[in-house]
């Protein structure tokens, strides 16, 4: 059961990125009227703005893209935190339970280490690739 769970979990976790990456890439499109500054000229009634605001080197985009999935990542290690809090509290001293919250904790505290280790990375890479 626990690796049904693990998998759909991590299922859900590469559906998320996969969207998240996909969607920025799309909003990244440029469009083939658009100005000097990065903004679409208004046509009547219709303007339409540039949704990424002042992004105007791929270095700056990748951050922006990493920059989503760090937090979504970040949220989904706090959403794991309060799962194995829960379970551990609500074990009622079942200790099949309390090992379950305590491994949902220690995992969570490894991927939280993981996700802090591979974001100092990137930024130290990114910001060398920009100067």
Same mark, same amino acid.
């Given at each position: 059961?626990?690796?049904?769970?693990?998998?759909?979990?991590?299922?859900?976790?590469?559906?998320?990125?996969?969207?998240?990456?996909?969607?920025?890439?799309?909003?990244?499109?440029?469009?083939?009227?658009?100005?000097?500054?990065?903004?679409?000229? @208004?046509?009547?009634?219709? @303007?339409?703005?540039?949704?990424?605001?002042?992004?105007?080197?791929?270095?700056?985009?990748?951050?922006? =893209?990493?920059?989503? =999935?760090?937090?979504?990542?970040?949220?989904? &290690?706090?959403?794991?935190?309060?799962?194995?809090?829960?379970?551990?509290?609500?074990?009622?001293?079942?200790?099949?339970?309390?090992?379950?919250?305590?491994?949902?904790?220690?995992?969570? &505290?490894?991927?939280?280490?993981?996700?802090? %280790? %591979?974001?100092?990375?990137?930024? =130290? =890479?990114?910001?060398?690739?920009?100067?």
């Amino acid at each position: 059961m626990n690796k049904k769970i693990l998998s759909r979990i991590g299922l859900l976790f590469f559906s998320l990125i996969f969207v998240v990456v996909t969607f920025q890439s799309a909003l990244a499109q440029p469009s083939g009227n658009s100005n000097a500054d990065g903004s679409t000229p @208004c046509n009547g009634d219709t @303007c339409l703005q540039n949704p990424l605001g002042a992004i105007d080197t791929p270095t700056k985009l990748i951050g922006k =893209v990493l920059n989503s =999935v760090f937090g979504i990542v970040g949220s989904l &290690a706090l959403v794991m935190f309060v799962y194995g809090g829960l379970t551990w509290m609500t074990s009622s001293g079942n200790q099949e339970k309390i090992q379950k919250g305590r491994d949902i904790l220690v995992w969570s &505290a490894i991927g939280l280490f993981v996700i802090f %280790s %591979s974001y100092a990375l990137v930024r =130290v =890479v990114l910001t060398t690739i920009v100067t």
